[in-house]
T-cell receptor
Framework: GQQLNQSPQSMFIQEGEDVSMNCTSS?????WLWYKQDPGEGPVLLIA?????ELTSNGRLTAQFGITRKDSFLNISASIPSDVGIYFC???????????FGAGTRLFVKA | KAGVTQTPRYLIKTRGQQVTLSCSPI?????VSWYQQTPGQGLQFLFE???????NKGNFPGRFSGRQFSNSRSEMNVSTLELGDSALYLC????????????FGPGTRLLVL
């Protein structure tokens, strides 16, 4: 079945550092999504990408839809303690198809 | 506008019992999806409902079922609970079926003993 390989599994960084995480698949996706989940809460949509090569920013977050349609990455610049949480990538092949989620990247930020 | 609400937030059951979880979508949203989240398997899609009809289904056994009411509220039911059903069950709503902008609720944490 379809799988998304998300890496790294976890990251321990210092406040102020930049962060990069990515998601790859053997299948093509037409939509890539990035979510953040805080402890005890449901995931919150951060960025949605709809076109190959698209680069979208949301504050300190920047995500790109890979040219091959098989990957995406998320960058967080100048990390702060509230960036702590689990970041999930998700892909959707076609509208109406179910969303596939990566296993998540757990981010720890040391003040 | 109120967000997605799920009840109960926490639940403890024993093996063999059955459980019903409830989800109220954001007002005006007609699509509701359910996910199971576990440390080992991550977020797994259970099913999606739109206009009281199941539109998509994940790879879960028949013990997992759901339904949607005319007011878009949804319930999922798990019968004959197993230890492995312990998980966070998340509900997400969106305006229309298949749309990418899903809004998640806080989840129901189920523990099966």
């Amino acid at each position: 079945g379809q799988q998304l390989n998300q890496s790294p599994q976890s990251m321990f960084i210092q406040e102020g550092e930049d962060v990069s995480m990515n998601c790859t698949s053997s299948s093509i996706f037409n939509t890539w999504l990035w979510y953040k989940q805080d402890p005890g809460e449901g995931p919150v949509l951060l960025i949605a990408l709809y076109k190959a090569g698209e680069l979208t920013s949301n504050g300190r977050l920047t995500a790109q839809f890979g040219i091959t349609r098989k990957d995406s990455f998320l960058n967080i610049s100048a990390s702060i303690p509230s960036d702590v949480g689990i970041y999930f990538c998700a892909g959707k092949r076609f509208e109406g198809f179910k969303t596939i989620f990566g296993a998540g990247t757990r981010l720890f930020v040391k003040a | 506008k109120a967000g997605v609400t799920q009840t109960p937030r926490y639940l403890i059951k024993t093996r063999g019992q059955q459980v019903t979880l409830s989800c109220s979508p954001i007002s005006g949203h007609r699509s509701v999806s359910w996910y199971q989240q576990t440390p080992g398997q991550g977020l797994q899609f259970l099913f999606e409902y739109f206009s009281e009809t199941q539109r998509n289904k994940g790879n879960f056994p028949g013990r997992f079922s759901g339904r949607q009411f005319s007011n878009s509220r949804s319930e999922m039911n798990v019968s004959t609970l197993e230890l492995g059903d312990s998980a966070l069950y998340l509900c997400a709503s969106s305006l229309e079926a298949g749309k990418e902008t899903q809004y998640f609720g806080p989840g129901t944490r189920l523990l099966v003993l």
